[in-house]
Every structure is written in structure tokens, then in C-alpha cells.
């Protein structure tokens, strides 16, 4: 997909714009999971997740390529538009995002306050998908893909500032949406020449991505109903999944009960804000906890973009799900 200059000439580009986010190794967490954990704090960006570095890289090749280009369309469970929508704004750029009926409030005022056109149509994020493609084609705008080598190349970002500042880390949890991030994750490891585990997390109401790596095939599932949006996919890419199949060591399921309970830790051991997909790469090493005692391991929270309402509710729960060995 890239090389090891092409990606440190996109952290260039992303930096000029955001800081590094920290890594940051929680002594309180630690105690309680039995290892040494390292959280990567891409809740920390400009749009509350790590969606915004590829954003911006894909808008800038993109009129470089294309300059005449006058209009976006997209889908999106939020994150990823917000990105665009930022990127779009400081280019001067209209852009069109379209969300499943029903999407968090929040996440469509934040796209809206950006200057984005926001439109709800579909029952999930793939109706919504085709929605925007009919979108591109009626208003001749340009589509911006879930899945793209920039977008890939932008969030790899994230990746080369963590295993850089961290060193001989065994295993790094990442959750798994439409795959940019974790992907990005993979090829990072592979140039920098890192013999780190990727561990993919999805949730099990929303499991395709483990289903096709388990299977060696492409499999969608009829339905994604999972509070997590950010990992609500049903069709996977199959680009997207040969780089997974081959670099992850495994593709994990979570429940969204045992999402819920990462929210809370996260919240109790260092006190910040994880939406649902972000809580995922902590539900995944909590479920796994038994096999990591001792190691070094890295967590990505990719994203702090929760409702209020939902994120009150979660909170105000007590009970946990019990452990997987």
C-alpha cells in the first residue's frame, strides 16, 4: 500500500493540522488487567477520533489529483464524516454525508457544525453506502469510499507514532469497522519490521469480518445491531479483509454487555470518554485477560463520540459481564 517514507511524508501532512496524540500507560488499568497497557488516545484528536488523519490526507491527494472538483458524498456512522466534513471545510469544499435513519444525534450536529449537508436515509450504514453512491452519481459529486490507500496511509499515523514511542509491545488490540484502521496498524508493523500481534475486535452483533477470516471467504451478515456504530458493518471489503487475513494474528468477538463494562473501566482506571468502537479494543483484552499476564500491550481507543444519553446509561450500570479464558 505504501513505504515507510510515503507514510512519515503523511504524518508530515496530518501533523500539520493535529498533534501527535499521546500513548499513555495507566498505572490503575494495569493493576487491573495484569499487564503493563499502553492506551492510545486517539479520543484525543480534533473530531474525537482517529477517522480525522485519513480525512484529511485523502481530501488533499484528491484535489491535487483532481482540482476541479467542487462537491463530496459519503456515508457514515459519524467519525469518518466528521473527518471529511473538517477536511472539506478548510478546502473549501461542499460535501453531502448520508447516515442510517436513527444515527446519533451528536455525531450529525458535530458533522452539521462543520458545514456538512447531513441526510438520513437507510435502516444501517450499508443502505446508507448505496444511498450515497446514487447521491455521487445524480449530483455529480465525488464519492469518497469507507475504504481508500489514503485514508489508509492517514491513519496508519496513529500506528507509526505509537510503535515508535513504544517500545517491544506483544500485542496491540484494535477495533475493526470498515478495516482502514486496523489495516493501517498492519503495514505499519510490517515496516518498521515489529514482530507485534495485531488482534482485530468486532462485535459479536456485528461480526463479519470474524466470520470471512474464519471462513477464508467474503461473508456479510443480514444484520449490525450493535450500540458500537463504529463497528456496525455487515459487508465487508474484500481488500480490506486479504490484508486482515493475512497480517492479524486473530479476529475477536466481543459482546456489546462486554463493550458496555469497557466503557465503564476506561472511565474508573483514567477517566476519559470512549464511545463504543473505542471501548472495543479494551473489551477484547479484558475477555482475553488469562493469555496476556505480564506482557506489554497496547490498546487503540479510536473514538469519544458517544451520546450523552447513551454514555449516562452505561455509566449508571454496575454489572460485568464474566470473564473468557
Known amino acids: ?74 456515508a457514515t456512522r459519524g467519525n469518518h464524516g466528521q473527518s471529511l466534513a473538517l477536511a472539506a471545510r478548510s478546502l473549501g469544499l461542499s460535501i453531502r454525508i448520508v447516515v442510517p435513519e436513527g444515527n446519533s444525534l451528536e455525531k450529525n450536529a458535530a458533522m452539521r457544525a462543520l458545514g456538512a449537508t447531513v441526510i438520513e436515509c437507510g435502516k444501517d450504514f450499508d443502505e446508507a453506502r448505496a444511498e450515497a453512491a446514487a447521491l455521487a452519481q445524480t449530483r455529480q459529486l465525488h464519492l469518497v469510499p469507507a475504504f481508500h ?30 478495516g482502514s484502521g486496523i489495516c493501517g496498524l498492519i503495514q505499519t508493523r510490517d515496516l518498521l519490521g515489529l514482530k507485534t500481534e495485531i488482534v482485530g475486535v468486532v462485535s459479536s452483533q456485528a461480526d463479519a469480518f470474524a466470520q470471512s477470516a474464519e471462513q477464508g471467504r467474503l461473508v456479510c451478515t443480514d444484520s449490525a445491531n450493535t450500540f458500537a456504530d463504529g463497528l456496525a458493518c455487515r459487508q465487508p471489503l474484500p481488500e480490506a479483509l486479504e490484508i486482515i487475513a493475512k497480517g492479524a494474528a486473530r479476529v475477536i468477538r466481543v459482546t456489546d454487555q462486554e463493550i458496555a463494562h469497557a466503557i465503564r473501566v476506561y472511565h474508573e482506571t483514567t477517566h476519559n470518554t470512549a464511545e463504543g468502537a473505542g471501548a472495543a479494543a479494551l473489551a477484547g483484552l479484558i475477555s482475553e485477560q488469562s493469555r496476556q499476564q505480564s506482557r506489554r500491550i497496547a490498546l487503540i481507543l479510536s473514538g469519544a463520540n458517544i451520546d450523552r444519553q447513551l454514555y449516562a446509561s452505561i455509566l449508571a450500570e454496575d454489572c460485568a459481564p464474566s470473564a473468557k479464558s
Not at 5 to 29: F, G, S, Y
Not at 154 to 163: H, I, M, Q, R, S
Open 149 to 178: 490507500p489514503d485514508l489508509i496511509r492517514g491513519v496508519a499515523t496513529y500506528a507509526l507514532e505509537l510503535l515508535e514511542a513504544v517500545e517491544e509491545l506483544d500485542t496491540v488490540y484494535v477495533p475493526i469497522g470498515m
Open 1 to 74: 500500500m505504501f513505504d515507510l517514507n510515503a507514510l512519515r511524508l503523511a504524518a508530515q501532512t496530518v501533523h500539520q493540522t493535529l498533534a501527535p496524540t499521546p500513548q499513555l500507560a495507566w498505572p490503575l488499568l494495569a493493576e487491573r488487567m495484569g499487564c503493563t497497557v499502553w492506551v492510545k488516545h486517539e479520543n484525543h484528536t480534533p473530531t474525537g477520533a482517529f477517522k480525522v488523519r485519513g480525512g484529511l490526507l485523502y481530501v488533499q491527494g484528491l484535489l491535487a489529483r483532481e482540482p476541479h472538483i467542487k462537491g463530496l458524498v459519503t
